[in-house]
């Protein structure tokens, strides 16, 4: 694989999901699915992932005119695709989880493709993190690693998630998983809590407020939220930052703080972007010269002189 190459691990979906704008069934989603797709304007990704014989070849199709390598994906015979259901209600910020079938991914045990070891940047997205240790153990020598999960595994796979984050060089997280998996109200102190278990990154997204990226438990940089006035479906937003983020990083190459906060703005866009539609139907149209203007009017809105 090139050196540039992203390899994502995670659920690959069916989600059926409602918000005061509309109600999908079973449409595509997923943290792996979201997070390459977003990942892909930035570089070649590998992915990692199973689905059941229920998953609609255009999804196939779609992935793969994406510059997403697909040989890490297995399809099941006879078994159902991992099912999300969600709400939202009033608070866009919030999801209300009505019902997770793993499905497929019960049994589902990684198997890299060879050509897969090599990969530098690795994003383990939201899933068992069981699952997300197998992968790891599989790379030969990544030069950046990040992880993500939810509410569902920090309540039931607490240990395994520790030990993800000892291995891991970013978490990201949003303000209630922080806040959960730490106890610490605080949302400045749960970022250092989460340093101290592994990570030297720590990234809080939060949501319509925007995203703080934490360097060994400094905070080094706040993202503006970008003023959108109509949300309409806020599924995948942070797995499209994440990927946006990791795309970024591995195009660049070069890990340092200036890289960091772009990709944490190239996230940001990313997500503002995919909370537009449903599903991922605005990231299909999306085009680089469609990011590169939200960049620069990410950049404008928080530009400021300095103290006279
Ligand atoms: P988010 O970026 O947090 O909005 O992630 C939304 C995606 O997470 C949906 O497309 C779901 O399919 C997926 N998802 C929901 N619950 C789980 C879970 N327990 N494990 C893995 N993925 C999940």
Known sequence: MGTNSVLIVGSVALDSVETPFGKVEKVLGGAAVYSSVAASFFAPVCLVGVVGDDFPEE??????????????????????????????????????????????????????????????????????????????????????????????????????????????????????????????????RAASEIHKLGPKYVIVKKGEHGAVLYCDSDLCFIAAPYPLYEVVDPTGAGDSFAGGFMGYMARTGVINSRNLRRAVVYG?????????????????????????????????????????
């Open 59 to 188: 999804h196939l199709e779609f992935l793969a005119s994406r510059d997403i390598d697909m040989r890490g994906l297995r399809v099941v015979p006879g078994k159902k695709t991992f099912h999300w259901k969600g709400a939202y209600f009033g608070d866009l910020n919030d999801a209300h989880t009505i019902d997770t079938e793993l499905n497929v991914f019960e049994e589902f045990r990684p198997e890299l493709p060879a050509e897969y070891r090599s990969c530098k940047y690795v994003f383990l997205a939201n899933i068992d993190p069981d699952l997300q240790l197998e992968v790891l153990s599989q790379i030969e020598s990544p030069r950046l690693v990040a992880c993500d999960t939810m509410n569902f595994w920090i309540e039931r796979k607490r240990a395994q998630l520790l030990e993800v984050l000892k291995r891991v060089d970013i978490a990201f997280m949003n303000d209630a998983e922080a806040r959960q998996l730490t106890a610490e109200p605080n949302l400045n």
């Open 268 to 308: 940001s866009t990313l997500a503002s972007f995919n909370v537009q539609d449903f599903s991922l139907n605005r990231l299909r149209s999306l085009t680089m010269d469609d990011i590169n203007r939200r960049y620069e009017e990410f950049r404008r809105i928080v530009h400021f002189e300095p103290a006279e």
